[in-house]
């Protein structure tokens, strides 16, 4: 398997703390990957250094072939890389049409035609994702009004603006209710069906059974188990990490 994602070896710090400590992960073209560990193991930390809002202390990361360790954040998206963060990330002011609309000028061309009318095919992007996210009737709405599983929602479709081949997404069902956590598992998997790879950082490991082809475990920086959802979740030293206090 040729890896769409690459990252060999990646370190970070944040003075005598080593959040990231040597983490190897790859993601083949259309695949959907889980990025599961504690709190604290250093998931979305590992996050930011594929998608370049970090700086690497160590390591290296590919994508598609190009080494990316020094790109900037944009440039990534350019590529093809997308991601969403732990906290929602959307302009409160602005409608969820307007929301749509500025996520792929960003990426397209920077900062200086943030505020100019997006063009006809970008319009009708907008509309169709806002269709199949269930967000069509919220269009107009403000996006400090959705609810936390709707702005989710939103910013998952503002990550799919740019049409990537690799989204990452970190904890997108947290806080949210049920209802909303299997519309939400619906969605990725028609995307991935779409052929987008997809690496999942989730605190709900049920959902990532359910949704993904192999899952990697994280704690304390390093990488402690890698498999299928049903190799993993048997795994003593997993099983360890999530409930070794309570099981003595
Ligand atoms: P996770 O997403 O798995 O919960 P994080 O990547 O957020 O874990 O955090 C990993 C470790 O790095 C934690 O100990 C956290 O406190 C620490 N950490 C994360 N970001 C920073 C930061 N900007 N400065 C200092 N420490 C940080
Ligand atoms: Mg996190």
């Given at each position: 398997m040729t890896a769409l994602l690459d990252a060999r070896g990646v370190v970070k710090r944040f003075g005598g703390l080593t959040a990231v400590d040597g983490v190897d992960i790859r993601v083949g073209a259309g695949e959907m990957v889980g990025l599961i560990g504690p709190n604290g193991s250093g998931k979305t930390t590992l996050f930011d250094c594929?998608?370049?809002?970090?700086?690497?202390?160590?390591?290296?990361?590919?994508?598609?072939?190009?080494?990316?360790?020094r790109h900037r954040p944009h440039q990534v998206a350019r590529l093809g890389l997308a991601r969403t963060f732990q906290l929602i990330r959307v302009y409160r002011e602005l409608t969820v049409f307007e929301n749509m609309e500025l996520s792929i000028q960003w990426a397209q061309v920077g900062a200086?035609?943030?505020?100019?009318?997006?063009?006809?095919?970008?319009?009708?992007?907008?509309?169709?994702?806002?269709?199949?996210l269930l967000l069509a009737p919220l269009r107009d709405e403000r996006a400090g009004a959705l609810s936390g599983g709707q702005r989710r929602l939103l910013e998952i479709g503002m990550a799919l603006m740019s049409e990537p081949r690799l989204l990452l997404l970190d904890e997108a069902t947290s806080?949210?209710?049920?209802?909303?956590?299997?519309?939400?598992?619906?969605r990725l998997r028609?995307?991935?069906?779409?052929?987008?790879?997809?690496?999942l950082v989730e605190h709900n490991v049920r959902f990532v059974a359910e949704l993904c082809h192999r899952v990697v475990v994280l704690d304390r920086g390093?990488?402690?188990?890698?498999?299928?959802?049903?190799?993993?979740?048997?795994?003593?030293?997993?099983?360890?990490?999530?409930?070794?206090a309570e099981g003595e």
């Open positions: 594929l998608s370049r809002v970090s700086s690497l202390d160590a390591g290296s990361v590919r994508f598609d072939g190009v080494d990316i360790t200086a035609r943030l505020f100019g009318r997006a063009d006809p095919a970008t319009r009708r992007r907008v509309e169709a994702l806002l269709e199949f806080g949210i209710n049920p209802t909303l956590v299997a519309e939400i598992a619906d028609e995307v991935n069906a779409g052929g987008v790879a997809i690496l390093a990488k402690l188990a890698e498999g299928t959802p049903g190799q993993v979740m048997e795994d003593p030293a997993v099983i360890e990490a999530y409930f070794g």
